[in-house]
């Protein structure tokens, strides 16, 4: 039986330079915590998510000392910027003549005359309009006809959605988010059928890095993989490098991203000669950035390693004082356990530039 869902075919959009939609890849974004106009701060965060692979940056806009530091902010950084505004026109209009895109909500933004000066703005510039809905906050007469359930989410959606459209707007991506696992893949499954739009997707609110990793994991990767979702956002508190990290193990473990290592551990048991968990933290932390794709198994013993590790590009199985380096399910040597990691990442860079030569 399929697992792995074609992907729906949706509108392609651009956020600056990363399309978003189409058959465009699955691109990753994250969303800065400073205050925006303390530019060196923000920076910093924008500086640190791009080294992380962060293909999209969001900055709140909450007032108009936000508003004004995005010219300079956009001129500091290479990745595209998306200015999130809630109730405050005004402040969407500033920033439209900086950002990459503008994230509202247009039945939150008043009046049509307002709704229109904003569309001509992004109008003017190219530039997209991610429609924002949150469970939490939703529209008053969403709320108290629906509750904050899927429905409600799927309502305030389309209302939304045809405030642009009124306006012949159509550059525009949604988001469907609520604080658990069920709403959200709900709200995202019923509105797929009925727009074209690229979808956002996230879990709001989603927690600690354990709670955000469970819920994202289920949702976000429960959707990839029915072929719902073109850009995506894994809501942690905490690091903000933890959201880009995340997101992309769920990208590549839905099979949406054939790109990086994917390693494979053994469960610890009786039949252990070493002490896998700080060794595999170390093999981890030692590797290389990798974007080939790859698959590493990890075994903390020689009995299960030929068959468990058959099927891995490279494979090491850590003994007792020694351990063996396995390609392709063949062992090309046994070697002293203080060089045994050494040899195994050697051995990953080597196969690496091979599996890269074999497709040129």
């Known amino acids: 039986m399929e697992t792995l869902k074609k992907r729906f075919p949706t509108k392609q959009i651009y956020v600056g330079g990363v399309a978003i939609g189409g058959d465009a890849p699955i691109s990753v974004q994250s969303m800065t915590f400073s205050k925006t106009a303390d530019l060196k701060a923000t920076k910093e965060q924008i500086d640190k998510l791009q080294l992380a692979g962060c293909d999209i940056v969001r900055v709140a806009v909450s007032d108009e000392e936000d508003a004004h530091a995005l010219k300079e902010l956009k ?23 900086s950002v990459d895109c503008i994230r509202i909500n247009p039945g939150n933004i008043g009046s049509k005359e307002k709704i229109k000066a904003v569309v001509e703005a992004c109008k003017e510039r190219n530039i997209p309009i991610r429609i924002g809905v949150n469970a939490g906050s939703l ?9 904050a359930t899927p429905k409600g989410m799927i309502e305030s959606a389309l209302y939304n959605i045809k405030l642009l459209e ?26 797929r059928e009925l727009v074209r739009y690229p979808f956002h997707l996230g879990v709001t609110e989603a927690g600690d890095l354990e709670s955000s990793m469970i819920k994202s994991s289920m949702a976000l990767g429960g959707l990839l993989m029915e ?3 073109d850009t995506m956002r894994v809501s942690i ?46 093999i981890k932390a030692k590797m290389p950035p990798i974007k080939t794709p790859m698959q590493l198994s990890v075994m903390g013993c020689a009995v299960n390693a030929l068959g468990e590790a058959k099927h891995a590009d490279v494979a090491i199985a850590f003994g007792s004082g020694d351990g063996l380096i396995i390609k392709k399910g063949e062992i090309i040597g046994k070697y002293k356990q203080e060089n045994l990691i050494e040899v195994f990442i050697d051995e990953v860079v080597k196969t690496q530039k091979e599996m890269e030569k074999s497709e040129d």
Request: charged fraction near 30%; hydrophobic fraction near 35%; include cysteine.
């Open 227 to 229: 072929g719902i979702g």
């Open 166 to 191: 009124d306006f012949g707007f159509s550059e525009i991506k949604v988001s469907l988010k609520a604080s658990d696992v069920e709403r959200t893949m709900s709200a995202y499954r019923g509105l």
């Open 139 to 147: 529209e008053k007469q969403f709320e108290n006809k629906y509750g």
């Open 75 to 97: 001129e500091q950084i290479s990745l595209p910027l998306v200015a999130d505004i809630h109730f405050r026109y005004k402040l969407a209009l500033i920033a439209a003549q």
């Open 237 to 282: 508190t905490g690091e903000l490098e933890k959201e880009i990290e995340v997101a992309r193990g769920i990208l590549r473990y839905s099979g949406r991203q054939k790109e990086g290592i994917t390693y494979i551990s053994c469960p610890t048991c009786g039949r252990l000669q070493a002490d896998l968990v700080p060794l595999l933290k170390e």
